[in-house]
T-cell receptor
Framework: AQKITQTQPGMFVQEKEAVTLDCTYDTSDQSYGLFWYKQPSSGEMIFLIY??????QNATEGRYSLNFQKARKSANLVISASQLGDSAMYFCAMREDGGSNYKLTFGKGTLLTVNP | GAVVSQHPSWVICKSGTSVKIECRSL??????MFWYRQFPKQSLMLMATSNEGSKATYEQGVEKDKFLINHASLTLSTLTVTSAHPEDSSFYIC????????????FGPGTRLTVT
């Protein structure tokens, strides 16, 4: 079974609107971390936001927020007030802290296109 | 935020030759680095975990004799693609773990390898 599932290969959103990118995960660890990265066409991986499994509040970073629903094992990324520069590939990733090497497992990604 | 550099950013080499890619953590010590490979329009695939002063740990299916990893110092890991073939053409990305922080991974800008 896939550990990280991103069901939306592509998403479109109008500039200034909000968009939600879906991510579900599968783990038996009690301690884990969830990450979202943005990858523009240049290829660099840009860290956006982090949610720890024990964090009770949803993480927020500027226009990014993470809708963490632990019982449903989902960690959706919400981008508010979309900008043209938000057009990029977005990856959800999980770090299972039961191991000692802190490996990340990535989903297949969602290509977000922001229309003017 | 922490900075990780990669060199070169792109390289073209002929079949049968070897090419070395460097990954450096510029403002923190990284005892653990990771090497990923990414094909066009696909997700990142972890190739190996590089630990300073010890042998790298390779993921299943990754040929350790073909992809040589050396992590000789706390700020430098190198990936050498030996006897390169056209199918080795890909985008290679490294990341470094900042254990001084919360164990986050910081990614390098990537190296695009083309084997002719």
């Amino acid at each position: 079974a896939q550990k990280i599932t991103q069901t939306q290969p592509g998403m479109f959103v109008q500039e200034k609107e909000a968009v939600t990118l879906d991510c579900t995960y599968d783990t038996s660890d009690q301690s884990y971390g969830l990450f979202w990265y943005k990858q523009p066409s240049s290829g660099e991986m840009i860290f956006l936001i982090y949610q720890g499994s024990y964090d009770e509040q949803n993480a927020t970073e500027g226009r990014y927020s993470l809708n963490f629903q632990k019982a449903r094992k989902s960690a959706n990324l919400v981008i508010s007030a979309s900008q043209l520069g938000d057009s990029a590939m977005y990856f959800c990733a999980m770090r299972e802290d039961g191991g000692s090497n802190y490996k990340l497992t990535f989903g297949k990604g969602t290509l977000l296109t922001v229309n003017p | 935020g922490a900075v990780v550099s990669q060199h070169p950013s792109w390289v073209i080499c002929k079949s049968g030759t070897s090419v070395k890619i460097e990954c450096r953590s510029l403002d923190f010590q990284a005892t653990t680095m990771f090497w990923y490979r990414q094909f066009p329009k696909q997700s990142l695939m972890l190739m190996a975990t590089s630990n300073e002063g010890s042998k790298a740990t390779y993921e299943q299916g990754v040929e350790k004799d073909k992809f040589l990893i050396n992590h000789a110092s706390l700020t430098l890991s190198t990936l050498t693609v030996t006897s390169a073939h056209p199918e080795d053409s890909s985008f290679y990305i490294c990341s470094a773990v900042n254990w001084g922080g919360s164990g986050e991974q910081y990614f390098g800008p990537g190296t695009r390898l083309t084997v002719t």
